[in-house]
């Protein structure tokens, strides 16, 4: 009882504006984002959307099973997190992949999250009408989500209570799910790590946890413009990849090309390249694959495959690794495929369907892709390829730091070796942590074996 009673003292208290940091930081230009991407507006559709969410969890819940006690608990709330933890995790001694938003043996409760946080409407409402001007305009897409916040973290420390785990690893350091989570390990004092499952961009807040595992110098040097604080960073390339090191694409020209598309993408822009793709390269096979949290336009782009004779790549049955092994080339707008292709070269093309030149995660200005703006310029470029694809795995040094060492392909022994060090500290056994060699004198370290 004194827990419950903690908890619910703790969850009255929240920051949920911090906790929902995409909405609930002004700089994230979260109202500006395209509507693929935004939850449907206004107050009715937002408890419509909670009390069907309820409903839904509610027949779920009958199937949860219970994680094991002592776990080293993999917390993911998408697919993309999950496939980039899995296979790592799969190797980590008793380790347990639990979260939500996808298939997985093990689920958060989350019905009883929705429950539990009915009692806090007069938290939320108080909240309402202290927020300022842009907080205020994000209740009419968050609002179901903001109270959920309270109820996930009441559920949240009963769950993590009950499996009471050795260390807590998270691939997110920004979805509300993921935050709320590892707020409650570091109440709870258990160890967290963060590991990235994609390329971090500069609007990502600060690190707030005991570890992390980047991929590489360009991602420790964002998060220390933000700020490490008292985390500390090792340097170990990325270990979702690792199990794909026999699908390096060794095609001297390109034969198959991968659109990819996501929610940041308009639609007409698309079109406008797969109908320019179809009248300048006929004999060119072609696979349209969207992001696969792109869920609301999922048939739209089976649609358009199917309008321009292309094949369709699920995202929900196959991940990208899959996908990138059965082409050449991939053309993106704003996503993190490109590092992904480049690493396996699968030759990698920016084409700016936002109309924005986002480049949030540096890849233009870092030489991993080349821009295009222009579809018949694109079609060029393509017609270069098909006779000649130069490599390109190099471009991704920046990015993923074992590229080009002894240790390449070998991210995830890597990261094992430190998890299981950080768990074993927790019940009191001696670790590996000495014999890794600094990178610099402060907090930032590297994981080299001497």
Not at 135 to 153: Q, V
Not at 287 to 297: N, V, Y
Request: hydrophobic share 40%; glycine share 6%.
């Amino acid at each position: 009882m004194v827990i419950i009673f903690k908890s619910i003292v703790q969850a009255a208290k929240l920051d949920i504006f911090d906790l929902n940091y995409l909405a609930g930081t002004e700089s994230c230009k979260f109202l500006d984002n395209s509507p693929a991407i935004l939850p449907r507006r206004g107050l009715l559709v937002r408890i419509c959307a909670y009390a069907v969410h309820l409903l839904q969890e509610m027949r779920k819940t009958l199937f949860i099973k219970r994680v094991p006690e002592g776990a080293t608990l993999f917390f993911v709330s998408t697919r993309n997190q999950k496939d980039a933890v899995l296979n790592l995790a799969r190797s980590v001694d008793k380790a347990v992949v639990a979260g939500e938003g996808c298939e997985l043996e093990f689920y958060f409760p989350l019905f009883w999250a929705y429950l539990v946080a009915l009692p806090f409407l007069p938290c939320l409402f108080l909240r309402y009408l202290k927020a300022g001007k842009y907080h205020r305009k994000t209740f009419s897409f968050m609002a179901d989500i903001y109270l959920l916040t309270y109820g996930y973290h009441v559920v949240g420390r009963l769950w993590m209570e009950k499996i009471q785990p050795l260390c807590f690893v998270t691939a997110n350091d920004h979805y509300i799910y993921n935050r709320v989570m590892t707020k409650i390990a570091s109440e709870m004092q258990v160890p967290t790590v963060y590991l990235q499952h994609a390329s971090v961009t500069e609007k990502f807040p600060p690190l707030s946890f005991d570890y992390a595992l980047l991929e590489g110098q360009d991602a420790l040097q964002k998060y220390e413009k933000k700020g490490l604080g008292k985390t500390r960073v090792y340097l170990i390339g990325m270990p979702k990849a690792d199990a794909y090191a026999g699908s390096v694409n060794r095609n001297p020209a390109v034969g198959r090309l991968g659109i990819c598309c996501n929610m940041l993408d308009d639609e007409n822009a698309i079109k406008g390249l797969c109908r320019e793709i179809a009248a300048r390269l006929p004999g060119l096979a072609v696979i349209l694959r969207p992001h696969p949290s792109d869920k609301r336009r999922f048939s739209q782009w089976k649609n358009i495959s199917a309008a321009y004779g292309m094949e369709y790549s699920d995202p929900l049955s196959e991940n990208a690794f899959g996908f990138l092994g059965r082409v050449d080339t991939v053309v993106a707008g704003e996503s993190n495929i490109h590092l992904e292709a480049a690493l396996l070269e699968v030759y990698p093309l920016y084409f700016d369907f936002s109309g924005r030149a986002l480049d949030w995660y540096g890849f233009m200005r870092n030489g991993v892709v080349e821009y295009f703006s222009d579809a018949e310029f694109f079609c060029r470029k393509i017609l270069l390829l098909v006779k000649e694809k130069p490599s390109v795995r190099q471009r991704c040094k920046f990015y993923c730091h074992t590229v080009g060492t002894p240790y390449e392909w070998q991210s995830s022994l890597l990261a094992k070796d430190l998890i299981e060090s950080i768990a074993a500290r927790r019940i009191g056994q001696e670790g590996q942590e000495a014999s890794w060699r600094p990178l610099t004198p402060t907090t930032v370290q590297v994981f080299q074996p001497d």
